[in-house]
């Protein structure tokens, strides 16, 4: 492949809603430049992008792809990004690592949930964009109708540089406004004939045409004063102000095609090389100190995504300043080593080329990098530098996970290890004896439980097991805990007296334990015995088998044998007894209350309400944002199990939330016997 400068560069992302025709879009793109040989379908193996057997069943996109091709003298690197909200993360380190956007909306469908949330995670990273109306080849496609839509919910500056000529079946080309010129497209869309605008769209594309212009100079004073004194402006002007329109997000253009019958797709080409900007005419990015790193600085390069193929894991990088080559050593910044890197890869999919030298707006895949993780930085030995990792987002579902097959531990938890690589938004924790998968919706943990099946693990899923906690509400006195055991030979003998009081169930340590003994009635040596054996009863718990926090013990009083007393008898003896003080103080049981914030549009502020309520939560609070209300809220945790799936169906997908904890509170009296009742909690044996 050729070398490119940077100033020569397009590096983009394709965001939008779930089969709006993303995938299908940047497969059209690699057929038109020839950078394949077949024009891939989304929905079988033919496809240069979506690889995995899930995407390919869901006929739908669940991880990012790259891919890159030449046009207009320029090379255009691109992601194609999921829409599913269950994959947003790939979408937003998608966008951390590119420099411009098409959004791509489905002409049939309009502005759907998943546009809106491509183009609020746009418009909060600055980049530049542009809007591809998809799909008028289908029924009920209406581009006037997408378009108002996209002008009243998205942005008013979003203004048509094309019109379609012809409608669902009949449709065959797009009309250029600027070039005042109609494209109708061959059979496999690589063919293209200009001519003039049909007769029936004249008035309408000259009317559109005006608008056009006028919005062009507006995103420039000088031009806008010509304009307005000469209410015209020459082919270079219309360029230059265009380009520094849609650099500045003032002119969101909006072209249209259908991806799947390869119309439209070369003037959005077109589009993409002479008006995106390069890495060169980008904003310098901040370093994690805040420094500006420019893009002729010293090579530094970001690691926005890992991906596993034939050869093991690949690190895909943006390259943001300098060159990165090949058979060459760097530093990995994040961790300060040293890293040898061999062959750079040209990626499309998971093909790969190996090519020698890549430069800022590059997007690079290199294979076999020892001890580095998505987000961290690698640069030039000789100037350090560190870029700021993702955020990764906190996991909106949480399933307990286990192997189908005794004996799978293991294997399940290498195979989750090695995912967990690959997914950011992915957690894995253990709680207790149960190991916790935390993902960000149904679809995203059930395409996890799809994927290790693949690779020989089966799973279950259960709901996971709320951390509870116990404490006490009274006080209990003089409490004896006695411990005897005698089988012929040395015996064993500690008895503890007690007493109980509730403490701070907010404290770091659950227990305050106060020695008061007085007179050797227990030796100095046994009384850590006691308290280990409190503190060992204190975490199995007492009712209900969960831990118990908040407590004050002082161990007043005891009796001992000179010869069948040791420290185990005495750890005996202060489990029992604490065991029996909890069971006399008044025992309550304690939930987690999270901090819940929903985000959802004001039609849906009311159910939110209500559906809080339901769940024995307290709304603390609203405002407005833009057309979407924040309600702040606190729930137990124990009603926020499935919130993911029940707001989607609440809002229409047009919800989303975050969670974090908040602090513990009594259970209610009527669930906690019913949560005791299930618990069995086994006694100390004599």
């Known amino acids: 492949m050729k070398q490119y400068p940077a100033q020569d560069i397009r590096t983009i992302a394709f965001v939008g809603h779930q089969k709006c025709g993303k995938t299908s879009l940047a497969e059209a793109i690699l057929f038109d430049t020839k950078a394949v040989n077949r024009l891939g379908k989304v929905d079988d193996e033919s496809s240069n992008l979506d690889t995995e057997p899930e995407e390919h069943k869901r006929k739908s996109s669940i991880h990012l792809s790259l891919g890159y091709c030449e046009w207009a003298k320029k090379k255009i690197n691109f992601i194609d990004a999921p829409g599913d909200a269950n994959f947003a993360s790939d979408a937003d380190q998608a966008l951390s690592a590119v420099d411009a956007v098409v959004l791509v909306v489905s002409a049939p469908d309009g502005v759907q949930v998943g546009t809106e949330r491509a183009w609020e995670q746009t418009v909060a990273r600055n980049l530049p964009r542009a809007i591809f109306i998809n799909k008028l080849d289908r029924e009920r496609a209406n581009f006037n109708k997408a378009l108002d839509e996209i002008n009243s919910t998205l942005s008013q500056q979003a203004v048509p540089l094309q019109v379609p000529i012809g409608s669902e079946g009949s449709f065959k080309g797009v009309v250029d406004l600027l070039a005042n010129k109609a494209y109708t497209f061959g059979e496999d869309g690589r063919k293209v004939e200009v001519g003039d605008v049909p007769a029936d769209l004249a008035d309408q594309c000259e009317e559109m045409r005006e608008k056009l212009i006028e919005g062009i100079a507006s995103a420039d004073d000088a031009l806008l004063e010509k304009y307005l004194e000469t209410m015209e402006l020459s082919e270079e002007e219309i360029h230059q102000g265009l380009n520094k329109g849609i650099s500045s997000g ?22 993409i090389a002479n008006t995106f900007p390069s890495p060169v005419s980008r904003p310098p990015i901040k370093t994690a100190d805040g420094k500006e790193l420019a893009h002729d600085a010293p090579m530094a390069a970001q690691v926005f995504k890992t991906i596993t193929a034939d050869i093991g894991r690949i690190a895909l990088l943006r390259v943001w300043s300098g060159e990165l080559k090949a058979d060459s050593d760097i530093l990995n910044s994040s961790r300060d080593r040293s890293q040898r890197v061999g062959q750079l890869y040209a990626m499309i999919g998971h093909k790969r080329e190996s090519v020698p030298a890549f430069v800022a707006g590059d997007l690079v895949g290199i294979g076999k990098l020892k001890d580095t993780d998505t987000g961290e930085t690698l640069c030039d030995g000789n100037n350090s530098v560190v870029l700021p990792p993702p955020e990764r987002p906190e996991p909106l579902i949480t399933y307990a996970i286990s192997p189908k097959t005794k004996g799978d531990e293991e294997k399940m938890a290498s195979k989750l290890h090695d995912i967990l690589v690959e997914d950011i938004s992915l957690r894995l924790d253990r709680a207790g004896s149960e190991i916790l998968l935390r993902g960000m919706g149904q679809v995203h943990v059930d395409s996890v439980v799809e994927r290790l099946k693949r690779m020989g693990v089966e799973v279950e899923l259960s709901l996971p097991t709320i951390a509870y906690r116990e404490t006490i509400r009274g006080k209990a006195s003089d409490v004896e805990g006695k411990h005897k055991k005698q089988s012929g030979g040395r015996g064993q003998f500690g008895v503890c007296y007690i007493d109980m009081e509730p403490g701070d169930t907010d404290a770091e340590d659950p227990l305050e334990f106060v020695n008061a003994i007085f007179g050797g009635s227990i030796p100095k040596q046994f009384i850590p015995s006691v308290e280990k054996g409190i503190r060992a009863r204190m975490a199995r718990g007492v009712v209900a088998g969960f831990p118990v926090v908040g407590v004050k013990v002082t161990l007043k009083d005891g009796k001992y044998h000179s010869v069948d007393s040791d420290g185990r008898s005495f750890e005996m003896a202060g489990s029992k007894g604490f065991q029996e003080a909890v069971k006399k103080a008044r025992p309550a049981l304690l939930e987690p209350v999270m901090n819940v914030t929903v985000t959802c549009p004001d039609e849906n502020m009311g159910d939110i309400f209500g559906d809080v309520s339901s769940r024995r939560g307290k ?8 057309k979407k209300q924040i309600i702040k809220a606190q729930v137990p945790e124990a009603e926020m199990l499935r919130y993911a799936i029940d707001l989607e169906s609440l809002t229409g997908g047009r919800g989303s939330f975050s969670m974090s904890f908040a602090h513990y ?12 009742a299930k618990a069995q909690v086994e006694e100390d044996e004599d």
């Open 250 to 271: 003032a002119i969101v253009p909006v072209v249209c095609g259908s991806a799947t019958v390869n119309i439209g797709v070369q003037p959005l080409l077109d589009l």
């Open 665 to 676: 509170e009594d259970v209610p009296a009527q669930l906690a016997e019913e949560i005791i």
């Open 619 to 626: 709304v603390l609070g609203s405002e407005a944002k833009g």
